[in-house]
């Protein structure tokens, strides 16, 4: 069975994707997935050698034939999204209802396939790697969050690696949804900031409400210990165990001004150690 491990976070800038790679250095060579398809990152650190790229579609797209169209408005009338102006379509306004061809005395209009991002599947230094990138504006983002899961869950399988560490999106909209359901283990990466404590709470829920099992990493828990403290405490109530606690460090910055995970860019580091310890943890609560 492969284990899949999600390392997520309530909102964006906790450290989350930095994480997410220093995990990955650690391992030495696993399988990892970039499940953040709206704004992926993970490929700026890993700098992966894509070997097959594949095209997404999920949804729908109207077309009007020009030679059949006589223009006579029924479809830019029934058109609630303003798209149909025959003989044209506006692609960005078309949800892909298909009203417009349903009403089409003419059956000029068709609906064809709409091409809403691209899925990847690419080596590292570290192991196999799926990502993907949806398309400014389009929608399905859980769907295409299922497709990098399956495509990861599948490249573990063909090398025999027992572990998918997965690098989630922020928040617990459709995307965290479609990242966190079946999978092993949920690292939560939190901040001591008012944001960050809220929002952590709201991760927190969303595992508990699909009965996955979580730990808590705390990232630049310096910067406030006693909202360090409050995130400890809440963690204690919630039965979530707090496994590290990162000191704010510009070395972290700096180590991505480098294109390096922690681990690369300065191996003997405090962080570095943190992070080891955080691995050792996850993999034994896996291997549990």
Request: proline fraction near 6%.
């Amino acid at each position: 069975m492969v284990s899949e491990i999600a390392i997520i976070s309530g909102k964006g800038g906790t450290g989350k994707t930095t994480v997410a790679a220093s995990l990955i250095a650690l391992s030495g060579k696993t399988v990892m997935a970039d499940c953040d398809v709206d704004a992926p990152d993970l490929h700026i650190l890993l700098k992966p050698d894509v070997k097959q790229e594949s095209e997404f579609s999920s949804s729908k797209i109207a077309e009007i034939d020009p030679e059949l169209c006589i223009e006579c408005g029924l479809c830019e009338e029934k058109c609630r999204f303003d798209a149909a102006h025959p003989p044209e379509i506006y692609p960005i306004a078309c949800e892909g209802c298909a009203v417009c061809e349903l009403v089409c005395p003419e059956k000029a209009i068709s609906m064809r396939d709409r091409i809403s991002g691209f899925l990847y599947e690419s080596n590292t230094r570290y192991g196999p790697m799926a990502h993907a990138k949806l398309l400014a504006g389009e929608g399905n983002s859980g769907k295409l969050v299922t497709e990098v899961r399956s495509l990861g869950v599948n490249l573990a399988k063909s090398n025999n690696s027992d572990v998918v560490i997965i690098d989630g999106s922020p928040g617990v909209g459709c995307p965290v949804i479609a990242t966190v359901t079946g999978i092993q283990l949920g690292v939560i990466v939190t901040e001591p900031t008012l944001s960050g404590i809220h929002d952590m709470n709201r991760v927190v829920q969303l595992l508990q409400r699909f009965e996955i099992p979580g730990l808590l990493i705390v990232n630049k828990y310096d910067l406030s210990r006693e909202n360090t403290e409050r995130i400890e405490q809440y963690a204690k109530e919630n039965e979530v165990d707090v496994i590290a606690k990162i000191p704010f460090d510009p070395i972290m910055t700096r180590s991505m001004i480098a294109l390096e995970t922690m681990p690369e860019h300065a191996p003997s580091h405090e962080i570095t150690g943190i992070l080891r310890d955080a691995y050792r943890v996850i993999m034994d609560r896996i291997e549990k």
